[in-house]
């Protein structure tokens, strides 16, 4: 079985978000959940996905699950960008595809240009006074704390500026107790002349993921959130881990469309 490992959301190898991505071909279920955790628990990074065509005719084209090295998840952009990636650059389909998944049937459009959009639901942004502990698990005060619902399970924090962002060193065995999956930190941009709208950073620690290194599903409650603020409905974000990239997004009520580009780093055999 073929593995590859992709960076998404770049455009340079050994940035963005690395995800290990199988192609399940010609299988009309998925293997073992045991199996694909132990897979998952191997690639070791922050999710691993897997995928199988569907009979044409359907609502979908291809069913698709994601594991990070500690379980399942509903959502992830990253992992799905970097499928729809996959498919396209080994011609296992053309044009946009409809995947089946946990948060129901998402889209990926590939462009002329090698970028891709992700077509995905719009986190619901619901105000929550900060938790006991927050600012001291953080290591800053909160300017804003928001609920983005039950897809996403993160607790979306605003900090005080970008550069409060850059320095952030939580207690990431304390943020876990805050939320279901982690915290988002975000800021608006010191300088937008260079070429992004907010920074971010994400801790999931209750997933096995200390910090995530550029976050599509986050993107779907920091739209919502940026647009508001900045009156605009198509923003740039700049996600500030080590590896560092940038997320298009653009608002579109109940959906946000994620725009990113990918570059494959290993192709493989799995042999186990």
Known sequence: MRIRIVDAFTDRPFSGNPAGVL???????????????????????????FAHPLPPGGEADWALRWFTPATEVAMCGHATLATAHVLHATAAHEGPVRFATRSGVLVATPA?????????????????????????ALGTEPLTTLDTGPLVGDLLV????????????????????????????????????????????????????????????????????????LGRPALTGLQASFRSGRVRTELRGDRTL???????????????
């Open 158 to 229: 605003e900090v005080a500026d970008e550069k409060t962002v850059h320095a952030l060193a939580p207690d990431l065995r304390a943020l876990g107790a805050h939320s279901e999956r982690g915290v988002i930190a975000t800021a608006r941009a010191e300088d937008p002349d260079r070429g992004y709208d907010f920074v971010s950073r994400c801790f999931f620690p209750n997933v096995g993921i200390d910090e995530d290194p550029v976050t599509g599903s986050a993107h779907t409650a920091l739209a919502p959130f940026w647009s508001e603020r």
């Open 258 to 272: 994620l725009t990113g580009r990918a570059v494959t780093v290993i192709d493989g055999d799995l042999l186990a």
């Open 112 to 136: 002329d240009d090698g970028s891709v959009t992700l077509d995905f639901p719009t986190a619901p942004l619901t105000r929550a006074d900060p938790p006991a502990g927050l600012a001291e």
């Open 23 to 49: 192609l399940l071909d010609g299988a009309d279920a998925f293997p073992d959940d045991t199996w694909l955790q132990h897979v998952a628990r191997e690639v070791n990074h922050a999710e691993t996905a």
